[in-house]
């Protein structure tokens, strides 16, 4: 080979490995980026962790579950498998259909939410809040026009992890807020001081208990757990201890009841509805909070949803409203 040739080639071989490595040390950034995002924007943020302990409950629970249409979470029922490595192959198709111009403005309009998700909690932990000004300003200038889309995605994520409803407090300065889905002290902090909200955990304990039939015992509730990986006597970078939160805290706001199996011997124990929670939410409220948290609806899970509804009627002749009234 002539030597111009073959200086050429060495060079075009010196390229083809520059971009190679470049791509390779790509793809580790990327895995960086999604590990860091999922890690610190929800307390099992940890991805779909969260949705898990549903759906452990969708495979445990009372009587025969349809299986749900699922995209994010992975209930374990029958043909959720097969559902999301169809989806994984559709997604990978319609990705590399995309323009690569229009697959980046997808991926830029991602961690747009996701820096916009960050700053809202960052926010709450300081306990301020936010102006749409400065929400704007974050989501950049060619953003803006679809800064609803935005903050609706982020909203969403937020209300799904932590049981924060993102809401627009003063209209006239366009001031927002996340409020807790649930009356606990400071905004779902249980106790005085900065820091992020428990309510996503108490919600998530909630409807453990409702699926398992209105008690579960301790047992069950830590195995589930587990897999939003909150363990006990591991001290949690949201939660703190969580056994002293459940066992304790939790039980003194009069959320939940702890108490003894009726006959056990050794002692187990088991967890109730406490009367601030029956007070606060519904059945149906909290069956809602875990079809979100799955990425599904409530009637996937038939048996409990039908209990919802009874509870609502009965909720409703309470009150003795027939209609306009907050349980309807």
Same mark, same amino acid.
């Given at each position: 080979?002539?030597?111009? !040739?073959?200086?050429? !080639?060495?060079?075009?071989?010196?390229?083809?490995?520059?971009?190679?490595?470049?791509?390779?040390?790509?793809?580790?950034? &990327?895995?960086?980026?999604?590990?860091?995002? &999922?890690?610190?924007?929800?307390?099992?943020?940890?991805?779909?962790?969260?949705?898990?302990?549903?759906?452990?409950?969708?495979?445990?629970?009372?009587?025969?579950?349809?299986? +749900? *249409?699922?995209?994010?979470?992975?209930?374990?029922?029958?043909?959720?498998?097969?559902?999301?490595?169809?989806?994984?192959?559709?997604?990978?198709?319609?990705?590399?259909?995309?323009?690569?111009?229009?697959?980046?403005?997808?991926?830029?309009?991602?961690?747009? *939410?996701?820096?916009?998700?960050?700053?809202?909690?960052?926010?709450?932990?300081?306990?301020?809040?936010?102006?749409?000004?400065?929400?704007?300003?974050?989501?950049?200038?060619?953003?803006?026009?679809?800064?609803?889309?935005?903050?609706?995605?982020?909203?969403?994520?937020?209300?799904?992890?932590?049981?924060?409803? *993102?809401?627009?407090?003063?209209?006239?300065?366009?001031?927002?807020?996340? *409020?807790?889905?649930?009356?606990?002290?400071?905004?779902?902090?249980?106790?005085?001081?900065?820091?992020?909200? $428990?309510?996503?955990?108490?919600?998530?304990?909630?409807?453990?208990?409702?699926? $398992?039939?209105?008690?579960? &015992?301790?047992?069950?509730?830590?195995?589930?757990?587990?897999?939003?990986?909150?363990?006990?006597?591991?001290? !949690?970078?949201?939660?703190?201890?969580?056994?002293?939160?459940?066992?304790?805290?939790?039980?003194?706001?009069?959320?939940?009841?702890?108490?003894?199996?009726?006959?056990?011997?050794? +002692?187990?124990?088991?967890?109730?509805?406490?009367?601030?929670?029956?007070?606060? &939410?519904?059945?149906? $409220?909290?069956?809602?909070?875990?079809?979100?948290?799955?990425?599904?609806?409530?009637?996937?899970?038939?048996?409990?949803?039908?209990?919802?509804?009874?509870?609502?009627?009965?909720?409703?002749?309470?009150?003795?409203?027939?209609?306009?009234? !907050?349980?309807?």
């Amino acid at each position: 080979m002539p030597r111009s !040739h073959k200086s050429k !080639h060495q060079a075009y071989e010196k390229r083809c490995r520059a971009r190679g490595e470049t791509q390779g040390e790509g793809a580790k950034a &990327t895995a960086v980026a999604e590990e860091e995002s &999922t890690s610190s924007s929800s307390p099992q943020c940890e991805g779909n962790t969260q949705s898990q302990p549903a759906a452990e409950l969708c495979s445990t629970s009372q009587g025969p579950q349809s299986t +749900p *249409v699922t995209t994010i979470a992975v209930i374990s029922c029958p043909g959720s498998d097969e559902a999301s490595n169809s989806q994984d192959e559709d997604t990978a198709e319609a990705s590399e259909a995309l323009p690569s111009t229009e697959s980046s403005d997808i991926d830029n309009l991602a961690k747009i *939410v996701v820096f916009l998700e960050r700053f809202l909690l960052y926010k709450y932990k300081m306990k301020q809040r936010t102006l749409k000004e400065e929400m704007l300003r974050l989501v950049g200038i060619y953003y803006q026009d679809r800064f609803p889309e935005i903050l609706k995605k982020a909203s969403e994520h937020i209300e799904a992890v932590f049981a924060l409803d *993102v809401r627009e407090v003063d209209s006239t300065r366009q001031l927002y807020d996340l *409020v807790s889905k649930l009356k606990l002290p400071n905004n779902g902090r249980v106790r005085a001081g900065r820091g992020l909200p $428990k309510t996503g955990l108490l919600m998530n304990i909630l409807g453990m208990i409702f699926i $398992k039939g209105n008690r579960a &015992t301790e047992e069950e509730i830590w195995r589930l757990l587990g897999l939003m990986r909150v363990y006990a006597g591991r001290k !949690h970078f949201i939660y703190g201890e969580p056994k002293k939160l459940i066992t304790k805290d939790l039980v003194r706001l009069k959320y939940l009841e702890y108490r003894q199996v009726t006959g056990s011997d050794p +002692p187990r124990y088991e967890f109730l509805w406490g009367p601030k929670a029956h007070l606060e &939410t519904s059945k149906m $409220k909290v069956l809602q909070f875990l079809a979100k948290v799955n990425d599904t609806v409530p009637t996937a899970f038939p048996i409990c949803y039908k209990e919802a509804l009874q509870d609502e009627e009965e909720r409703t002749r309470a009150t003795g409203c027939s209609k306009g009234c !907050h349980y309807c």
